[in-house]
């Protein structure tokens, strides 16, 4: 289980009814296409992801969250995977990016009027933050954000090998290794190859600790983001970072 507050993982249930209503634009997801891919390449996955399920219900039916509750910090390690200038982010982009996440999960996001009527009554405050980390898993200082140059022209998303789809985590494969997801929550900015729309992914709780964490097309990073509108808002990353959560 990732180490965080415990807390994080109560309010975590909530997100979709909270958060995303209100801030996600209808941007294609891979999660689930990623995530039966990752089970059929360890089918041992999904008894590690049960476990933790249970865990979480174990934890929501003996805690509860409330607005004095602290705000939980979560440091981020944005990862950007780069073969041309155009896909090497400015730090900018970065930062905005960082901002729009902080918007939408603390419901400061302009756009609270949009919220549909179902989801207002319980739309709030999630009380999480998140922040680029101030150091690296050695210890020295960092601004939060890795530049790795690969050779590597379009990261696969269309493929059945899970090896292929994983490519950009690991240093060996031209991509950039995880730092722990115990301390971090780790963001991989990539060409990724969207013939098939897709945008973005993130891996669900319980993934493979070498990967665990999101994946998105530099084009729907930030804001303001390289891609026409609705997709340069930001919120392809707050749509995954739920799934993440």
């Not at 390690?77 to 090497?88: F, K, P, Q, R, S």
């Not at 493929?159 to 490519?167: A, G, K, L």
């Not at 997709?231 to 707050?238: E, F, H």
Request: hydrophobic share 40%; charged share 20%.
């Amino acid at each position: 289980m990732r180490n965080f507050a415990q807390k994080i993982f109560a309010a975590a249930l909530l997100l979709l009814l909270n958060v995303l209503p209100a801030a996600a634009q209808p941007e294609p997801c891979g999660t689930t296409a990623v995530m039966e891919l990752a089970t059929q390449a360890n089918p041992a996955l999904q008894t590690q992801r049960n476990a933790w399920e249970r865990q979480l219900q174990n934890y929501i039916e003996n805690n509860r969250r409330s607005l004095e509750d602290e705000i939980i910090t979560i440091p981020t390690v944005v990862h950007i995977i780069y073969h041309t200038d155009e896909e090497n982010l400015p730090d900018s982009i970065v930062y905005n990016q960082i901002e729009v996440l902080n918007q939408d999960f603390r419901r400061l996001n302009a756009d609270t009027a949009n919220t549909p009527d179902f989801f207002k009554p319980v739309a709030a405050d999630m009380r999480f933050e998140f922040c680029l980390a101030t150091h690296d898993p050695q210890g020295n200082p960092t601004n939060g954000i890795t530049r790795t140059f690969t050779n590597v022209e379009e990261f696969a998303y269309n493929s059945s090998n899970y090896e292929v789809i994983t490519r950009m985590h690991f240093d060996s494969k031209e991509g950039k290794n995880i730092w722990n997801r115990n301390e971090y929550m780790n963001i991989w900015v990539i060409n990724l190859n969207n013939s098939s729309g897709v945008l973005a992914f993130a891996y669900l709780p319980g993934a493979d600790p070498n990967v665990d964490g999101i994946v998105c097309d530099y084009k729907y990073f930030g804001k303001p983001g390289l891609a026409a509108p609705p997709y340069g808002l930001g919120r392809t990353i707050t749509h995954e970072v739920g799934h993440w959560l």
